[in-house]
Nanobody, 123 residues
Framework: QVTLVESGGGLAQAGDSLRLSCAASVPSPSNYAMGWLRQAPGKEREFVAIISWSGGTTRYADSVKGRFTITKDITKNTVYLQMNSLKPEDTAVYYC????????????????WGQGTQVTVSS
């Protein structure tokens, strides 16, 4: 049984920073990559960032490169998304997701999802 619990969303102004956390409970941690995806109102869910379980490999969407950083604390089984220089277009529900390690290299299906946390950025 895999459970993912996000926290850290909220309201921010343009230029502010927020940090999202995802506490993961996975039976075989080394089998999973951990990602963040988001869905804005009226839009499809989109990829934001992903990290390998070891933390050694990351990948980002072009829209967040240089502003967002994904990290993980293996001892706590927790993945973080540090979001700096927030923009109104970053407003969305952010989801933590777990899937096969191949997802770090490219797209594909995630197997497990958290409940999502709302991030709202005002101009």
């Amino acid at each position: 049984q895999v459970t993912l619990v996000e926290s850290g969303g909220g309201l921010a102004q343009a230029g502010d920073s927020l940090r999202l956390s995802c506490a993961a409970s996975v039976p075989s941690p080394s089998n999973y990559a951990m990602g963040w995806l988001r869905q804005a109102p009226g839009k499809e869910r989109e990829f934001v960032a992903i990290i390998s379980w070891s933390g050694g490999t990351t990948r980002y969407a072009d829209s967040v490169k240089g502003r967002f950083t994904i990290t993980k604390d293996i001892t706590k089984n927790t993945v973080y998304l540090q979001m700096n220089s927030l923009k109104p277009e970053d407003t969305a529900v952010y989801y933590c997701a777990a899937g096969g390690p191949w997802l770090v290299s490219g797209g594909g299906k995630y197997d497990y999802w958290g409940q999502g946390t709302q991030v709202t950025v005002s101009s």
